[in-house]
């Protein structure tokens, strides 16, 4: 019989029919969320994979409600929103999909450094609002040759450092570890970090440890003329702290692909014209969502059928 395979979130019509093509597809966003958990019970005797991705996996709950869940195939190199400890406890396998979307997420975060301190999204509205004929538009601030500074120097993290030294910036790091083939400047302190860097980007993963880690004493280590970028997860920020910073002229800007909470975003952040925002959206390409649906179909196929998992976690 053909395994039942509950994807958490559209991702893709590709996805959809390559899955559909091998498994039962359960598609557990049509189904609305008061009736979700009861969704669960009534499947719980077929479903035996779940596709999360980076906004949403399964939590222990979710874990709970399935006890013939063998296996949670990754469509995103975030695991923080899977409870990996539930997961090890009960043998079940998780895979994920990294590199495949690092070159995206890199551009994303060099994109909204630029976009924040260009201030390209004011530009824009300034001159679909016929403004240009005023001929004052702020002067902005330059990206090229400054210090930047990266929280997480892993494979996005790393694939930052590249991008911003092609445009003469100087680059540090902090991350658990000192990478000794590294040439960039190693930091135990993120405060120390900030302090060095005119623009700090957040590439480290999710944890107890890096919740918060910018938290007020890294954004006034920042100070006035600083930026912070994060692609990563938004709690890795102090949300209220960076919003009272921004507000109160103690941070020069922020460029920011995820949030504290989202799908929502702070009434204060949005009326913040300081600030560049997207919806998680750093991987989100026509060409990377493809190879992510291949990587996730192609784990579920290898453990189904008994071979090797190309990119296993547990
Ligand atoms: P990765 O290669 O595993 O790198 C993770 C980095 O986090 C490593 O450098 C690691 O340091 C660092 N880190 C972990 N715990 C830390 C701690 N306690 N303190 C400081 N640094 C710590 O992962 P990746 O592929 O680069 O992805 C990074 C993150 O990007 C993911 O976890 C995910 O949250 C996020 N992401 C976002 C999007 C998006 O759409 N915006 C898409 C994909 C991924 P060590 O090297 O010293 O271990």
């Given at each position: 019989m053909e395994a039942s395979v509950l994807l958490?979130?559209?991702?893709s019509a590709y996805i959809q029919q390559e899955l559909s093509k091998r498994y039962i597809l359960f598609?557990?966003?049509?189904?609305?969320p008061h009736l979700r958990r009861e969704f669960l019970r009534k499947h719980s005797n077929s479903i035996r994979a779940v596709v999360a991705n980076g906004a949403q996996g399964p939590d222990a709950e979710m874990i709970d409600l399935?006890?013939?869940?063998e296996i949670v195939a990754s469509h995103?190199?975030?695991?923080?929103?899977?409870d990996l400890d539930k997961c090890r406890e009960r043998g079940i396998t998780v895979t994920y999909t990294p590199d495949a979307l690092t070159d995206e997420v890199a551009d994303m975060a060099i994109l909204l450094t630029l976009a924040t301190m260009r201030r390209i999204c004011e530009a824009d509205q300034y001159v679909r609002r016929s403004e240009?004929?005023?001929?004052?538009f702020k002067l902005t601030t330059k990206f090229s040759g400054k210090a930047v500074g990266i929280i997480g120097l892993g494979r996005i993290g790393s694939a930052i450092a590249k991008r911003a030294e092609a445009f003469g910036c100087s680059i540090g790091y902090h991350s658990r570890?000192?990478?000794?083939?590294?040439?960039y400047k190693y930091y135990t302190s993120v405060v120390d970090l900030a302090s060095d860097s005119q623009i700090l980007i957040i590439a480290c993963a999710l944890t107890h440890e890096t919740?918060?880690?910018?938290n007020r004493d890294v954004i006034d280590a920042l100070g006035k003329n600083g930026v912070v970028v994060n692609?990563?997860?938004?709690?890795?920020?102090d949300e209220a702290e960076l919003i009272s910073a921004l507000a109160e002229g103690r941070l020069g800007g922020a460029g920011l692909d995820?949030?504290?909470?989202?799908p929502e975003a702070p009434t204060q952040l949005l009326g913040l014209d300081n600030v560049v925002l997207s919806?998680?959206?750093?991987?989100?390409t026509v060409e990377t969502r493809k190879v992510l649906a291949d990587l996730v179909v192609q784990a579920l196929d290898a453990h189904f059928s008994g071979k090797p998992l190309p990119t296993p976690v547990i």
């Open positions: 958490i979130r559209p991702l598609k557990f966003w049509q189904e609305p399935l006890p013939l869940l995103s190199s975030g695991l923080d929103k899977i240009w004929k005023n001929v004052d570890s000192q990478k000794p083939n590294s040439r919740r918060h880690i910018v692609i990563a997860r938004g709690s890795h920020i995820v949030l504290e909470n989202e919806p998680h959206v750093g991987a989100s």
